[in-house]
């Protein structure tokens, strides 16, 4: 039997309404907060002490929907459910409460509950307090995980001055205007990512999820998976929750596909059906799920050549790039070697106390060498030049020179005589086959680690393997 909103249960586990007339003038002066409300959730009693912590009178909130007020309270479910909660803890204006929620009850049927409320002296609750401020800890934690797949970068970021550079940020601003897929082809750390990311934040997207994902970082067999997501029990140890896939993550959104040259062929041909269709199909499942997602990709790989001997599949490359932009190399546009530095330093310095300034001098020294690394091998030059001066003062040509790859062998720039130099190409192609062979020794000929030790993806250190041998 039900009446005005409540329930009826078997054994009886609340307060007997007419206990209610002795016990709430009792609580009336108490230094904890008490309420009551009807079957319908309403206030129909408050105490001065939770009436102050509110902010209002009594005669006033008496009448009111109590989630008016109190916008957590579970009450409504207690008068729902019948169920009393004990030492609950509710979020008010930013103070934690520990609450008890009874029943109140007449011929079995719920008619309303009654709250006893603690907020001042929590001391004998301190270890539930302090497990609940953890929990809380990590949910905010879980929750900054979360709002990292939204874009860090817009365009301002992407720094650059030279006739080249503006002309990338005109073809990204083009692309941010354009919800069609866009290709971006360049060497590994010329600011591909920076860039994916800059044109979802000025695209109309920018308020729905950037994902990325690096196809050379994930293992083949997982890519699937990673890319469609699982069906609960798809295979032994796949769980019996839905996983989603990283299309679906991007729902509505962007997803950056990183190093998309190292995409195997028989995933090139999901990944083409999945754009035209807007579909996917989650692993060990049969249902289609409709997707909004925008694709930018971006590969450092010679997309031509790999199209030319079938490892690119055309009709997926010509998919992707109905808006392709060129990034090009650092050593294409040392006229921004100036204001990248400063920036760069600017951004190291923030992490830490040292001292970010380039004498002219270091930065005619960067500007002979020809930076495979680009961008990223100019900020761990910089950052490792700051790191051996110390800051003292600005770092000098011989501080940067001796950072480079190379340097520490050669010495000072200015003690290198003329009969020690040797063609470009051949002095970085020795300095590059130096520097894999050392981090491949520092990684224990763990390759992903001695790419992130070089600065580069993993595909650009397999392709450099490949040459060597
Ligand atoms: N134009 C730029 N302005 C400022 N910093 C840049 C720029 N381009 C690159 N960088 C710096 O270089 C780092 C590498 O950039 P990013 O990851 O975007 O390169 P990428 O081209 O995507 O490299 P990869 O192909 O290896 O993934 C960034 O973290 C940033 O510090």
Known sequence: ?????????????????????????????????????DSDARITWINASYARLIGDAPERLVGRAIREVIPATRMPETVRTGQPRLLDIMEFRDQQLV??????????????????????????????MSKYR????????????????????????????????????RRARLAAGRDTPTLLLGETGTGKEILAQAIHSASARADRPFVGVNLAAVPENL??????????GAYTGAGQRTREGKF???????????????????LQAKLLRVLEEQQVEPLGSNQVQQVDVRVIAATSRDIGAMLADGTFRSDLYYRLNVLEIRVPPLRERLQDLGILCEALLEDIALGGELHAELTSDALAVLELYHWPGNIRELRNTLEQAMTMNEGEGALSANEVHAVLPGGRDNGSPAATSAAMVRPLAETVADAEQAAIES???AAGGNRSRAARLLGISRSVLYEKLSKLS
């Open 1 to 37: 039997m039900t009446a005005g909103g409540g329930s009826s249960r078997g054994p009886f586990m609340g307060i007997p309404r007419h206990l209610l007339t002795t016990l709430l003038p009792l609580l009336e002066e108490a230094t904890a907060g008490a309420i009551a409300v």
């Open 99 to 128: 609450v008890s929620r009874l029943p109140v009850e007449e011929d079995g049927v719920v008619v309303g509950a009654l709250a006893f409320v603690l907020y001042d002296d929590l001391q004998p609750l301190a270890p539930l």
């Open 134 to 169: 953890r929990l809380q800890d990590d949910l905010a934690a879980a929750r900054r995980a979360l709002a990292r797949r939204t874009a860090r970068y817009s365009l301002s970021d992407f720094v650059g001055a030279s006739p080249a550079a503006l002309d990338v940020k």
């Open 223 to 232: 890519l699937e998976a990673e890319f469609f997501g699982v069906a609960p």
């Open 248 to 266: 679906q993550l991007a729902h509505g959104g962007t997803l950056f596909l990183d190093e998309i040259g190292d995409m195997p062929l028989a």
């Open 439 to 441: 981090a491949l020794r």
